[in-house]
């Protein structure tokens, strides 16, 4: 069983009755109830977490029961403790999957594991986005109908995004304004995966719609734990492999 945890700073949606109206619970539990039906009934298994509660929600306990986190923020980031953010990025280091969503680059957790400032330009004016799948074949892509798809409605985030490299491009937006921009990037920290993916805006019910929350599904899968258990201990000098006397 998969075991998930969608974290959400949980400001917008008490304060603005725009979001209110599209996420009643927080986007977090919208995320919960949206992405179930795309795993079978012994697949995965939800929790949500969010920055007002002991530990931000993220104690050890919690995180090691955390195969993939899933990060929202925007309001908050400063608000955020360095030692959770510390303790998150240990847990990806040792091979829990994260999913940074939309205004989460700038978070401190995305921008410690990137190391860069991790800005970008951005306009607010329900503008259309067309995201370009540019890496078909990929696991994240899986089930997409077309070489592309549409948020009738979205935030413009425009280049340059102050992002490393990234280890695999997934989805280059096109916005109604002219801007383009690295919508879906993969990164490799550790033994862990990291996927930020860009839509998600507030004010619009990006997390509603059938492609964003297929993405979604199948980053989690993408971004499981796998591989090798071992972990190398720095101390222990080791014995030659092949003894030469
Ligand atoms: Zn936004």
Not at 167 to 176: A, C, T
Not at 196 to 220: C, D, K, M, S, W
Request: proline share 7%; aromatic share 12%; charged share 20%.
């Amino acid at each position: 069983m998969l075991k998930i945890t969608i974290w959400n700073e949980f400001l917008h949606e008490r304060q603005n009755p725009v979001v209110t109206a599209i996420y009643p619970d927080g986007i977090h539990k919208a995320l919960e109830k949206n992405l179930g039906p795309y795993f079978a009934p012994q697949e995965a298994t939800f929790t949500t977490a969010t920055l007002d509660q002991p530990e931000h929600g993220l104690s050890e306990e919690r995180l090691a029961n955390t195969e993939v986190l899933l990060w929202w923020g925007h309001l908050a980031h400063d608000q955020v403790s360095d030692a959770i953010v510390e303790r998150v990025q240990q847990r990806v280091l040792n091979g829990m999957g994260l999913i940074v969503l939309h205004s989460g680059h700038a978070s401190k957790i995305f921008r410690r594991l990137m190391g860069t400032g991790c800005m970008l330009r951005w306009r607010e004016a329900a503008e259309l986005e067309r995201l370009w799948v540019v890496k078909p074949g990929h696991p994240i892509t899986d089930g997409l109908a077309a070489d592309y798809f549409e948020i009738p409605a979205a935030e413009m985030y425009g280049e340059h995004f102050d992002i490393p490299d990234p280890d695999e491009l997934i989805f280059i937006s096109w916005f109604q304004g002219g801007e383009v921009f690295r919508s879906g990037c993969t990164f490799h920290r550790g033994k862990g995966k990291i996927f930020y993916f860009r839509p998600g805006h507030e004010t619009y019910p990006i997390y509603h719609q059938r492609e964003v929350l297929l993405v979604l599904a199948n980053a989690i899968r993408w971004a499981k734990p796998c591989g090798s258990n071992y972990t190398h201990d720095a101390r222990h000098v080791p014995q030659p492999l092949n003894p030469w006397n």
